[in-house]
């Protein structure tokens, strides 16, 4: 049996995701494995899904449905915990990047870059047609 502490805590922690009941959808499938004429018998397996995040989880790591029930609560908040991260993550990220990509450039990259394009301007001084007067 799952003690009262618990409960309340996944109710936290989904309250702190955005999940509630009502967006849930829960079914009872028949499980599957080995177990013969018991697990085939009873729907134990829950599956549940949540449209606003098109997250599904399936379970059926227990026995006990009502156990099942809990854990699958708990598998569909470490899923869309971890969608947030990478989230937060990829919104990192794309900052960084965009930060890095205008910062000022250093005084020895600035002073390679003004000889590189001195080197290239002569190379193609060399390229003019014979003749040609400056």
Known sequence: MISVDKKKALERRLASLGVFEDDLIEKFIRGTGSGG????KTSSCVFLQHPPSSTEVKVQRERSRELNRFLAREE???RLEKQQTLKRQAKKQASEKTRRRNRRQGRRARARNVEKKRQHGQKKQKRRPPGFQD
Do not use: A, P, S, V
Request: aromatic letters at 0%; one cysteine or more.
């Open 37 to 40: 004429q018991k697990i085939n």
């Open 76 to 78: 569909l908040c470490d």
